[in-house]
């Protein structure tokens, strides 16, 4: 390998700091070792990159956040593209415009936008990287009133696998566009999303009532009723761990108007405890900062389900109490998009239901998994599909499960145009339809 070669390209290697810095992702069960990584600070260090990883026969993985609860950023004696350094964030507050670099995460887009009271959909913890969250999909507290981020990119520039660098917008290129915005990273990296921005003001609510397991089926169902009827700023959301199922919404927009709104709790019934906290915006997208924080073992299954029937909502309250299980009602602007608009297609979406285990000995894996999975199969009868950024190490399986058969036919279309060598698989992959030669 002669990777001198390459002008200008900060390269990182084993046995120094920044190296095993770089190969550290969320997933502390994730441990491999790239044969090289490349600080991509452009478009240009980026189409660089793939050429020397193409040139060498080395698998290509590509780091925004690390989030990917599998390690797809790390390949092992592959070489990984960090986009990390790429992490700058640009707002027009004028024209309600963000242009965000491939690498940057999730907070850096609020906190910029926050400044002009805008905002536009992200994830619920904001370590996150736009990247995979938005190529995805992108669920976050915003999107029943604004759409999912993906449906909020006006454009994108990206660096194919052949190196060029392409615009993808409802204008250009806009068969890229759709696959974009749901299709993950397999057509290639997005150097920077243009996304749009909306007036939410700085504040957010949040409503959350405790009732122990055992006596909160009636409670839940409840819940699940009112959600179907909530206002756009109420996403409904619901957790279960240890013991005690806690139910509520958050609200973003004018705290006494969710205050008002949380009165509809009281047909629960009494709870054991009960939580209303008035926080700003960017304060709600660090509430969960910590408890999903980095290094400890994770795993999780997740579900889409178009209705929460009473079975299911059964099912949930079995599950182990080590397993943390969430639902995040979806909805309101999300579902007024065409299933074939984007390619992300579950618009008909109900609930997200994840089941989530976290532990720090290493003795636990197989023990943790198995128990993961198995509170999962219970939801399974229930399920419509899978968000694709919540699978996991379901191989093609899985992918099914994230897009239809016509969504999926017309992703491995634009697979076959621009990655027909499949250089992007480190992903949940959508092969091109030929396997690639050699
Ligand atoms: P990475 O591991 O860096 O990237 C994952 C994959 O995305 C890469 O392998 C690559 O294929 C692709 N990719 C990333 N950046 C680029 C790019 N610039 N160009 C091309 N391809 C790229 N999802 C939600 O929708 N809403 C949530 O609220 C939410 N909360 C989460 C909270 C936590 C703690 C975690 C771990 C995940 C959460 N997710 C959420 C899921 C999240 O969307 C996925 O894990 C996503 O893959 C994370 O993206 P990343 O950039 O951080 O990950």
């Given at each position: 390998m002669t990777p001198h070669s390459i002008d200008g390209l900060t390269l990182l290697r084993p046995g120094t700091a920044a190296y095993d810095e770089a190969r550290?992702?969320?997933?502390?069960m994730i441990d491999r070792r790239p044969r090289l990584v490349v600080r991509c600070t452009s478009p240009g260090d980026v189409a660089a990159g793939i050429a020397l990883a193409r040139s060498e026969g080395l698998e290509v993985g590509v780091r925004c956040g690390g989030h990917s609860i599998v390690g797809h950023a790390v390949p092992d004696q592959g070489l990984m593209l960090?986009?990390?350094?790429?992490a700058a964030v640009r707002v027009d507050p004028v024209r309600r415009r963000a242009w965000i670099q491939g690498g940057a995460l999730l907070g850096a887009l609020d906190v910029a936008t926050q400044e002009h009271g805008l905002a536009t959909t992200a994830g619920n913890v904001s370590h996150t990287g736009v990247g995979g969250l938005a190529l995805g999909g992108g669920m976050g507290w915003l999107a029943r009133q604004h759409g999912l981020t993906c449906d909020n990119v006006e454009s994108f520039e990206l660096v194919t696998a052949a190196g060029e660098v392409v615009r993808a917008s409802a204008t250009e290129n806009p068969e890229l566009y759709w696959g974009l915005r749901g299709g993950g990273g397999n057509f290639g990296v997005v150097s920077e999303f243009e996304l749009r921005l909306h007036e939410t003001g700085t504040q957010a609510l949040t409503v959350e009532l405790d009732f122990p397991v055992a006596v909160a089926a009636e409670p839940m169902r409840r819940w699940r009723d009112l959600s179907a009827a909530a206002p756009r700023p109420a996403t409904y959301a619901a957790s279960v761990f240890g013991g005690i199922a806690t139910l509520g919404f958050v609200w973003v927009g004018d705290p006494e108007v969710g205050r008002a709104h949380a009165r509809v709790l009281g047909s629960l019934g009494e709870p054991v405890a009960r939580r209303v906290v008035e926080l700003s915006y960017v304060d709600l997208q660090r509430r969960e900062d910590t408890l999903e924080g980095h290094a400890q073992r994770r795993y999780w299954k997740g579900h889409y389900l178009r209705e929460l029937p009473d079975e299911a909502i059964a099912a949930l309250l079995e599950h182990d109490p080590a397993m943390g299980a969430s639902l995040q009602a979806y909805g309101g602007a999300i579902a007024?998009?065409?299933?074939?608009?984007?390619?992300?297609?579950?618009?008909?979406?109900?609930f997200e239901y994840v089941g989530a285990a976290r532990w720090t000995d290493p003795a636990e894996d197989d023990d943790r998994i198995a128990t993961a999975r198995a509170c999962a199969a219970r939801l399974a009868p229930f399920s419509s599909g899978t968000y694709v950024n919540t699978l996991g190490d379901d191989g093609n399986d899985g992918v099914r499960l994230a897009y239809p058969p016509a969504t999926l036919a017309r992703l491995t279309a634009l697979k076959d145009r621009y990655d027909p060598a499949n250089?992007?698989?480190?992903?949940?992959n959508i092969p091109p339809s030929a396997p690639p030669a050699g």
């Open positions: 550290q992702v969320w997933n502390a960090d986009l990390t350094p790429m007024e998009v065409p299933p074939d608009a984007t390619a992300f297609s579950h618009r008909d979406t109900a250089v992007f698989h480190l992903n949940q």
